[in-house]
């Protein structure tokens, strides 16, 4: 499977000096350590478990335009912040080793956000919280609510799943992989690149 990461230089020189490059709990933004938790959880069900016990994901790109363009084009900004170097490496992977997701609807995830499968869905997540007397500010409260929102994030794995109204079509989607390492034998190009 081929798969674009885009790294900072530290992290290209690690992995050139140590020969692999492998994600870390404690570079985790704070607001979003639960949300890689979850995705830790989640990939070592679904791939494995990780190499080391504080292992966190390394994130490469599927599709970063859809099926048509799935290589991430240097030239847009927001890749790393504005003109820090950097490298784009392209790597095969094993589909056995990477765990796929849509990049739009991991913000719910990252934003511990309901994700709905539908408009309908969306709507019956509303009213239920109404029946409880919450509301989108105080939903995390309840157990009952917390697990239900959690388990709504799977459909981050449905990349077939579209809603017109909210996804765009399967071949248009931003699809992200996310796998424990990445090893210089995967490599098979790297774009050094000055972000914009």
Do not use: C
Request: net charge negative.
């Amino acid at each position: 499977m081929r798969l674009w990461t885009i790294q900072r230089i530290p992290a290209w020189q690690q992995l050139q000096a140590t020969g692999s490059l492998r994600g870390r709990a404690e570079r985790v933004p704070s607001d979003w350590r639960d949300a890689y938790a979850w995705m830790r959880t989640q990939m070592t069900e679904r791939i494995g478990p990780p190499p080391e016990q504080d292992a966190s994901p390394v994130w490469a790109w599927h599709w970063y335009a859809g099926s048509r363009r799935p290589k991430p084009d240097l030239r847009y900004r927001g890749h790393l912040g504005k003109g820090e170097a950097g490298v784009r490496i392209e790597i095969e992977a094993d589909p056995e080793a990477v765990v796929l997701s849509d990049f739009i609807d991991w913000h719910a995830v990252l934003n511990n956000w309901h994700l709905a499968a539908s408009p309908d869905d969306d709507d019956a997540f509303d009213a239920a919280l109404k029946t409880k007397g919450l509301d989108h500010g105080n939903y995390r409260s309840d157990p009952e609510v917390a697990a239900n929102i959690m388990k709504s994030w799977e459909l981050v794995f449905d990349l077939e799943r579209h809603v017109p109204e909210w996804t765009r079509p399967p071949d248009e989607r931003m699809i992200q992989a996310a796998l424990w390492e990445v090893r210089m034998d995967q490599i098979r190009e790297v774009s050094p690149f000055v972000s914009r």
